[in-house]
């Protein structure tokens, strides 16, 4: 596209220069507003009391090698599954008597397989699951009452437990079979998608909170970007045709705001990545690969309003975190007129959603801070799980009874792990 005018830049400037002074004096008056109602209340609920949870103890080839041979494991965005397993090792909702348990947890970390470059191959994942249920089924008594049922596990790949990081190859896999039954933690959310079981519990995906308060910045400081975006508009290695990746709508912000003056956007990831955030009003949240990214994460924890543009993503903790009062939702098809939906925000609107995020109950529901903090992501999965009790009595299963099929799925998922 054209670059603005004149005109239009001027405009736009006069718009800008109102919304920074307006978030400027509304920083220094009014710093934060709490939900009202239950989604305020459910967000400070403490699960502690309302459930037990029995961690099985299994081989660490399941869990602790795997981190030994690559400790890049505890930086990546999937780390929450290292995170809870310490987490709930220590917590005060952890059971030593599974007979007592309402929850058994199996520590499998299955990301921990990473290229040189650092992303995550998923596809030994079923192969180390099954061994793991192999072994939990034949070494306790607990998961062939219920075949998972009262079971959860910590999946957070780009698709969960289809375990495959391009959608396609996802979909044709499914859920592994084993996990048909229990209850999958997991980053990934998109509605009616046969990789988000209806059952699961969608988390945010791991951004380290100790480098994140490292690069904060005093609150007065004013927001002088309108909209921000670091990071891929097209993902040539993997897509090379274009259009595949986020389905097309990275390459339409960049098509059509590369040259906006409002628009603060670029594929380089600056030293001042994280100081950017926070000078930012809008934070643009797009779909890569699969519907979320980190930058969810980093927004709330830098009052910068999200722009989440993803359809049918399903939110970390949506029950929980009113994401329609503290985001904006853009259609994938109306990226191209990004600019006139957000430059027409009325300006209370955008102050409150400022003073939203400025809760701190909202950002510590984001985080999995070391140690655990009451509020934070490790309590949200747990009160998730407690809202799911007492189980319905048609998971415990009649003697002999068998629902899951050991052999289904793709045949390389059945070799030993």
Same mark, same amino acid.
């Given at each position: 596209?054209?670059?603005?005018?004149?005109?239009?830049?001027?405009?736009?400037?006069?718009?800008?220069?109102?919304?920074?002074?307006?978030?400027?004096?509304?920083?220094?008056?009014?710093?934060?507003?709490?939900?009202?109602?239950?989604?305020?209340?459910?967000?400070?609920?403490?699960?502690?009391?309302?459930?037990?949870?029995?961690?099985?103890?299994?081989?660490?080839?399941?869990?602790?090698?795997?981190?030994?041979?690559?400790?890049?494991?505890?930086?990546?965005?999937?780390?929450?599954?290292?995170?809870?397993?310490?987490?709930?090792?220590?917590?005060?909702?952890?059971?030593?008597?599974?007979?007592?348990?309402?929850?058994?947890?199996?520590?499998?970390?299955?990301?921990?397989?990473?290229?040189?470059?650092?992303?995550?191959?998923?596809?030994?994942?079923?192969?180390?699951?099954?061994?793991?249920?192999?072994?939990?089924?034949?070494?306790?008594?607990?998961?062939?009452?219920?075949?998972?049922?009262?079971?959860?596990?910590?999946?957070?790949?780009?698709?969960?437990?289809?375990?495959?990081?391009?959608?396609?190859?996802?979909?044709?896999?499914? @859920?592994? +079979?084993?996990?048909? /039954?229990?209850?999958? =933690?997991?980053?990934? !959310?998109?509605?009616?998608? #046969?990789?988000? *079981?209806?059952?699961?519990?969608?988390?945010?995906?791991?951004?380290?909170?100790?480098?994140?308060?490292?690069?904060? @910045?005093? +609150?007065?400081?004013? /927001?002088?970007?309108? =909209?921000?975006?670091? !990071?891929?508009?097209?993902? #040539?290695?993997? *897509?090379?045709?274009?259009?595949?990746?986020?389905?097309?709508?990275?390459?339409?912000?960049?098509?059509?705001?590369?040259?906006? +003056?409002?628009?603060?956007?670029?594929?380089?990831?600056?030293?001042?990545?994280?100081?950017?955030?926070?000078?930012?009003?809008?934070?643009?949240?797009?779909?890569?690969?699969?519907?979320?990214?980190?930058?969810?994460?980093?927004?709330?924890?830098?009052?910068?309003?999200?722009?989440?543009?993803?359809?049918?993503?399903?939110?970390?903790?949506?029950?929980?975190?009113?994401?329609?009062?503290?985001?904006?939702?853009?259609?994938?098809?109306?990226?191209?007129?990004?600019?006139?939906?957000?430059?027409?925000?009325?300006?209370?609107?955008?102050?409150?959603?400022?003073?939203?995020?400025?809760?701190?109950?909202?950002?510590?529901?984001?985080?999995?801070?070391?140690?655990?903090?009451?509020?934070?992501?490790?309590?949200?999965?747990?009160?998730?799980?407690?809202?799911?009790?007492?189980?319905?009595?048609?998971?415990?299963?009649?003697?002999?009874?068998?629902?899951?099929?050991?052999?289904?799925?793709?045949?390389?998922?059945?070799?030993?792990?």
């Amino acid at each position: 596209p054209a670059p603005p005018t004149m005109t239009n830049r001027s405009s736009l400037s006069a718009i800008l220069l109102f919304l920074f002074f307006s978030a400027s004096s509304a920083q220094h008056n009014v710093r934060t507003e709490r939900i009202s109602g239950s989604a305020g209340d459910v967000l400070e609920d403490n699960p502690v009391g309302k459930l037990k949870v029995y961690v099985y103890e299994l081989p660490s080839k399941y869990n602790k090698k795997l981190l030994q041979k690559d400790p890049r494991c505890l930086t990546h965005m999937f780390a929450a599954e290292i995170f809870m397993h310490r987490f709930l090792l220590s917590s005060p909702v952890r059971t030593l008597n599974p007979d007592e348990a309402d929850w058994f947890y199996s520590p499998i970390y299955p990301t921990c397989d990473l290229t040189p470059t650092g992303l995550p191959l998923p596809f030994k994942s079923p192969r180390m699951m099954r061994s793991a249920i192999q072994l939990i089924s034949s070494n306790w008594p607990y998961w062939n009452k219920t075949e998972g049922a009262d079971h959860f596990f910590v999946v957070p790949h780009d698709f969960g437990a289809c375990f495959h990081y391009q959608e396609e190859k996802a979909i044709e896999r499914g @859920i592994l +079979p084993l996990l048909k /039954r229990a209850t999958l =933690v997991q980053t990934f !959310g998109q509605r009616n998608h #046969v990789c988000l *079981d209806q059952g699961s519990i969608t988390i945010p995906p791991f951004a380290p909170p100790q480098k994140m308060q490292a690069h904060l @910045i005093p +609150p007065d400081v004013p /927001r002088s970007i309108f =909209v921000y975006f670091r !990071g891929l508009f097209y993902d #040539v290695n993997n *897509d090379p045709e274009g259009g595949y990746y986020a389905r097309g709508a990275r390459a339409a912000v960049w098509e059509n705001f590369k040259n906006n +003056p409002l628009f603060d956007i670029s594929t380089d990831h600056p030293t001042t990545y994280y100081e950017d955030m926070q000078r930012s009003i809008f934070c643009l949240c797009p779909l890569g690969w699969a519907p979320w990214s980190p930058r969810l994460v980093e927004a709330v924890v830098f009052g910068c309003i999200p722009v989440i543009i993803a359809d049918d993503i399903v939110l970390p903790f949506a029950d929980a975190i009113p994401w329609e009062e503290i985001g904006v939702f853009v259609a994938e098809k109306d990226v191209p007129e990004l600019d006139t939906i957000l430059t027409s925000i009325p300006t209370e609107v955008i102050l409150r959603k400022q003073r939203l995020l400025a809760n701190p109950s909202m950002k510590q529901a984001m985080l999995f801070p070391q140690p655990a903090q009451p509020g934070d992501a490790f309590h949200q999965i747990l009160n998730g799980l407690a809202r799911k009790l007492p189980h319905d009595g048609s998971v415990y299963l009649k003697a002999g009874e068998k629902v899951l099929n050991w052999t289904a799925g793709p045949v390389g998922d059945l070799k030993p792990w």
